[in-house]
C-alpha cells in the first residue's frame, strides 16, 4: 500500500455535499466512496502509544495502524493503491478533526461510550480492552484498583480513563477521592509516573502493555481489569454506509485470522492479556 509523506496538504475539508477529492473537486457522499473511487484517506491514529500507534520514521506502526491497512484495503475492494496520509489524532481532538474534515477515519483506541455516539458514528469495535492500573515497579503500597484512593493519578487530555476511578456509576465505577495530576497525553502520563510525579496510571490494558513493555521492566500492571474499552472506528456523524463497511471488513479480519496475528504480533509478549478469537459485538451504525 502506497503512503503520503506525513503531513501532506490534502483537500478533505467536509463538505455538505460529501467529501472533497484530494487535488481535485469531485466529492464523495462517504468515506468508503472516497476510498473506492478516488484511492486516497486520511487516517488518524495516536502517534505516542507503543504496541498500538506509535510514530517511528515517516509514519506510525502498531496494532491500531495495521487494522486501519486491513480495513482500507477491504473498503478499495481488496485493492493496494489506496493513497494513506497518516494524521496524528489525540484524545484531546478526535471528534474536531473528524467534524471539520481533518482525518477521514480514525483507528486510536477509540473507547466508544454514550457521549462520543452522540457526536461520531462508529463502526466496530474491532477490540475489546479492559482498563487497569500501571505503578512503579518497586511500588507495592497500589496492589488493586481500590488502592488508588488518596493516590496521585493521570488525568490525560482528553481522556475518560480517570473518571472510572474518581466517579460513581453510570459514567464511573470506583468512587475513589483520587488526586488528578493533568497530563497531555498518556506517554506524559508515564513519564511522570518514571518521574516519580504521580503514583499511578489507569488506562486500557492494551495502552499500559505497550508502555510496560517499551521501559523494559519499570513498571507492572495489576491485571485486575475493571471495565470494558470498546475500540471503535470513528467516522463523521452519519456516515452509516462506511461504518457497514467498516464492519463488514472487521469480520472477515477476524475469520481469516488477521486480527489474531495482528493481536500477537504487538502483544504476544505482555502477561495477563487474552487473545481475541472472535469479533466483538458490533455497535449499531448510527
Not at 70 to 94: C, M
Not at 264 to 269: I, M, S
Amino acid at each position: 500500500m502506497r503512503l503520503r509523506r506525513i503531513g501532506a496538504v490534502l483537500a478533505v475539508t467536509a463538505m455538505s455535499a460529501g467529501l472533497a477529492a484530494c487535488g481535485g473537486d469531485k466529492t464523495y457522499a462517504t468515506v468508503a466512496d472516497k476510498i473506492k473511487e478516488g484511492k486516497t484517506v486520511v487516517v488518524g491514529t495516536k502517534w505516542d502509544q507503543p504496541s498500538l500507534g506509535l510514530k517511528k520514521g515517516t509514519a506510525p506502526e502498531g496494532f491500531d495502524v495495521d487494522v486501519a491497512k486491513y480495513v482500507v484495503k477491504e473498503l478499495a475492494g481488496g485493492a493496494d493503491d489506496v493513497d494513506i496520509t497518516w494524521k496524528e489524532s489525540a484524545s484531546s481532538n478526535r471528534e474536531a478533526f473528524l467534524a471539520n474534515g481533518t482525518v477521514d477515519i480514525i483507528f486510536a483506541s477509540y473507547s466508544i461510550t454514550d457521549s462520543r455516539k452522540q457526536k461520531v458514528t462508529f463502526g466496530g469495535p474491532y477490540i475489546v480492552a479492559h482498563q487497569d492500573v500501571m505503578v512503579r515497579g518497586d511500588d507495592a503500597a497500589i496492589a488493586k484498583p481500590t488502592d488508588l484512593a488518596g493516590k496521585r493519578i493521570c488525568q490525560a487530555a482528553g481522556s475518560n480513563s480517570y473518571k472510572r476511578i474518581t466517579d460513581p456509576p453510570p459514567d464511573g465505577e470506583l468512587n475513589l477521592d483520587a488526586q488528578l495530576v493533568g497530563a497531555a497525553n498518556y506517554s506524559e502520563c508515564v513519564a511522570k509516573l518514571g518521574g516519580n510525579n504521580l503514583d499511578a496510571v489507569t488506562t486500557d490494558d492494551l495502552i499500559l502493555a505497550g508502555f510496560a513493555t517499551q521501559t523494559g521492566g519499570n513498571f507492572k500492571i495489576l491485571g485486575q481489569p475493571f471495565t470494558d474499552e470498546k475500540y471503535g472506528v470513528g467516522l463523521k456523524k452519519g456516515d452509516t454506509k462506511t461504518c457497514e463497511a467498516v464492519n463488514a471488513a472487521i469480520t472477515k479480519m477476524y475469520q481469516d485470522g488477521t486480527a489474531q496475528q495482528l493481536f500477537a504480533k504487538w502483544f504476544g509478549k505482555a502477561q495477563g492479556l487474552t487473545a481475541p478469537t472472535a469479533a466483538p459485538t458490533f455497535e449499531p451504525c448510527a
